[in-house]
């Protein structure tokens, strides 16, 4: 019998992130695929790209920030919403103005 071959890794969430975020941080890129299981997860992986990133986008709740939306395939997320395979992740902030 032969062995059985390793699982090739999950495919990675795309993630976009606002221009203006990206600028904030050195080599910051506004797409980036990340393997993450959840949100909370990502947030993680982006920290640690980025140090200071998650602060941005998160709160010491922890929650995502009131002015921050996260959107997972195309449905607002929490850091508890889990990421299937290959899923597109959209992080945008709020605009306000008169």
């Excluded at 050195?26 to 797409?31: I, K, L, M, R």
């Excluded at 640690?48 to 002015?67: E, K, N, Q, S, Y």
Aim: charged fraction near 20%; charge should be positive.
């Amino acid at each position: 019998m032969a062995p059985a071959l390793p699982s090739p890794p999950p495919a990675p969430a795309r993630v976009r992130l606002p221009a203006h975020l990206a600028r904030l941080f050195p080599d910051g890129a506004t797409y980036v695929e990340i393997v993450a299981a959840d949100v909370a997860a990502l947030m993680d992986a982006l920290e640690a790209r980025w140090p200071g990133m998650r602060d941005r986008l998160c709160d010491t709740t922890p929650a995502v920030r009131r002015h921050i939306n996260v959107f997972v395939a195309g449905r607002r997320a929490r850091l508890d919403t889990p990421l299937a395979p290959g899923a597109d992740v959209f992080i945008l902030t709020a605009i306000s103005g008169g």
